[in-house]
């Protein structure tokens, strides 16, 4: 009986193990069977397996010994004794550490590693800006994530694409004034909304660059989108910022490079010379 159990949660065990390796895998794409594969058995397979496997046999045998203990009248693997109560208990271990680890990532920040960013940049030069762009999927998508990473240091500052806001719903004229003298930096870019695909498959449907065709929405050359008195009003709201150009980022799929960035640029002309004119 004994060994029976410890088979039993040998077996569970090596499910809880292999998930683990999986896991990593997961969160580290770089990381490859091939080329690490006997570093992940010696330090996260075999380590999880072995404690695993006395965990899992220990809980087995307490439970045995405990007469409340459920049991089932004919068991599924006979010669596997709780075979299936320890290979649920793994699964849900192995669902619960991944559910945590994507939590943990989703709400995390690269806490050290951009504070020794802004440090360097300060020692290089106490103007030096890096300039994080507010990019849905990543730490810093939107006003609230931004003011987070702020905190590490001056020398971070931000990187405005209101390509992105537009179909995340923001207000690009608002999320610039409030950032104010952080913004070190902006791209012209805009998007355009096509409204039948926009109605099946919503904002959230990322499938950028391709199908472009099929998109509810693309990125556009500016003005395509919104129109000069929109990006006047960005440049305005800009008025307090360290920013001193508006980079053109061409993505526009429909529109060749030699066409779309002049016309970018005859806008983005415009629309600083017509916030110019408002403001004198």
């Known amino acids: 009986m004994l060994l029976r159990t410890i088979a039993s949660a040998s077996v569970a065990a090596s499910i809880l193990a292999a998930d683990v390796v999986l896991l ?31 965990g899992f046999a220990l809980l087995a045998l307490v439970g045995a010994a405990f007469r409340g203990w459920p049991r089932a009248p004919r068991p599924p693997l006979p010669g596997l004794p709780g075979f299936v109560s320890l290979s649920f208990l793994a699964l849900a271990a192995a669902a619960g550490l991944f559910w945590l680890n994507l939590f ?5 920040v690269p806490a050290e ?15 030096l800006r890096v300039c994080l762009e507010l990019h849905p999927g990543t730490c810093v998508f939107n006003v609230e994530t931004f003011g987070r990473v702020a905190t590490l240091g001056p020398s971070i500052g931000a990187n405005l694409d209101p390509s992105h806001f537009f ?14 003298g952080r913004v070190g930096h902006v791209h012209g870019k805009d998007t355009v909304f096509h409204p ?6 919503g904002l959230l449907d990322r499938r ?7 998109m509810p929405w693309t990125f556009a050359v500016p003005g395509r989108g919104h129109g000069l008195a929109w990006w006047a009003g960005l440049v305005r709201a800009l008025s307090r ?21 002049p016309e970018a640029a005859r806008l983005l002309r415009a629309a600083i010379d017509a916030a110019g004119d408002v403001a004198g």
């Not at 020794?116 to 103007?127: I, Q």
């Not at 950028?208 to 099929?214: G, H, M, R, S």
């Open 24 to 54: 990593t895998l997961f969160l580290n794409p770089e990381a490859t069977l091939r080329r690490d594969g006997a570093a992940l058995v010696v330090s996260l397979l075999l380590p999880c397996l072995v404690l695993g496997a006395a």
């Open 104 to 108: 943990s990532y989703r709400h995390s």
């Open 113 to 127: 590693s951009l504070r020794g960013l802004a440090a360097s940049a300060a020692a290089e030069h106490p103007g």
């Open 167 to 180: 179909w995340m719903g923001m207000d690009g004229h608002r999320v610039a004034a409030a950032l104010g």
């Open 196 to 201: 039948d695909s926009l109605a099946l498959n």
């Open 208 to 214: 950028w660059p391709e199908p472009a065709a099929d």
């Open 241 to 261: 910022s360290e920013a001193e150009v508006v980079s053109i980022e061409h993505e526009d799929p429909f529109v060749p490079a030699e066409t779309g960035v």
